[in-house]
């Protein structure tokens, strides 16, 4: 949960003692159901913030009349700042938010809550890797998001074929890295890479959504489908137990075992694209891997180890 959209629930429950998640929702501009899970998720949390049904009922920190922060135990206040604290090092309206809470607490919890929140990193840079930055387009498009405006895209696909569109923003996702707008179009829902947009204008003209939409159904949707994509080419493949490990990190979900070969290798399926993005990612196993099938997989690698045996073979 985002460190600005923590202390936005946080604090109508500390000024008015008791809120219902369709006033929260009006409050911040987001549906009933999105509201209620972020209530939720501060209890995930170990936030001590309870619901009451029943007429006048709604979330309220625990504490009854105690309306502050000052119901926070010290452990409870170590999750709080535990959750916020990795945010806060990246932006500084998290880092304002932070501070903010700090000042809630009571005196004695406030070195501990400082200490927990620089407790913990997020470096988000694989090994090797340069650092990424946030694309600019990012903090346009979740304005627009936020105050439910439609944006003209010039959006360039894999095919570096470009198109303009006018969509409804619903929500952008942070997946390893890279950013995705999930919009309405006149098409229905549509998903772009952040990356791919060359240009964004927002408009003044009021965005669309369905009142049921929520963006986590809707991006696991979207991840189901992309990796079903992924997955269309399957091959079985022996290998020494040893380096199953290895496989598993490079296919992640498409790799899975299938028990073992009567010499004692294991018996592992692989899933990727195309029969030649799996031969690529084999090739440079030489025989320490043996595909057994399917045939389009055997041949895609018997052609590139003839290209290689032509490059680099000696007179």
């Known amino acids: 949960m985002r460190a600005d959209r923590l202390v936005a629930t946080l604090l109508p429950m500390q000024t008015r003692g008791r809120v219902t998640a369709a006033e929260l929702a009006d409050e911040l501009e987001v549906s009933v159901a999105t509201a209620r899970r972020d209530l939720e998720a501060l209890s995930t949390a170990g936030i001590p913030v309870y619901p009451q049904a029943g007429r006048g009922g709604g979330w309220s920190l625990v504490g009854g009349a105690r309306t502050d922060l000052s119901g926070l135990s010290a452990t409870e206040a170590q999750a709080l700042f535990l959750l916020v604290g990795p945010a806060a090092a990246v932006s500084g309206e998290a880092k304002a938010a932070l501070r903010k809470l700090v000042r809630a607490l009571p005196q004695t919890f406030r070195a501990e809550a400082e200490a927990a929140a620089s407790a913990t990193m997020i470096d988000p840079t694989r090994w090797g890797e340069r650092d990424r930055q946030r694309p600019a387009m990012v903090e346009l498009l ?173 007179d």
Not at 204 to 214: C, I, L, S, V
Not at 267 to 291: Q, S, Y
Request: charged share 30%.
């Open 142 to 314: 979740q304005s627009a998001v936020i105050r439910r405006r439609k944006v003209r895209l010039t959006y360039v696909n894999g095919a570096r074929e470009r198109s303009e569109r006018l969509v409804d923003p619903w929500g952008l996702v942070d997946k390893d890295d890279v950013w995705y707008l999930i919009a309405g179009t006149d098409r229905g829902q549509r998903t772009f890479r952040v990356d791919r947009i060359a240009e964004a204008e927002p408009t003044d003209q009021p965005a669309e959504r369905p009142d049921d939409f929520e963006l986590a159904d809707a991006w696991e949707e979207v991840v189901g489908k992309m990796e079903q994509r992924r997955g269309a080419t399957w091959a079985t493949v022996l290998i020494e137990p040893r380096f199953v490990p290895i496989l598993r990190n490079h296919f992640g979900r498409h790799c899975h075992a299938d028990g073992d070969a009567d010499d004692g290798r294991a018996r592992i399926r692989l899933a990727a694209p195309t029969p030649l993005d799996i031969a690529r990612n084999l090739a440079g196993w030489g025989a320490a891997v043996e595909v057994l099938e399917p045939q389009a997989v055997r041949d895609e690698l018997a052609r590139i180890g003839a290209e290689l045996t032509g490059s680099y073979a000696s």
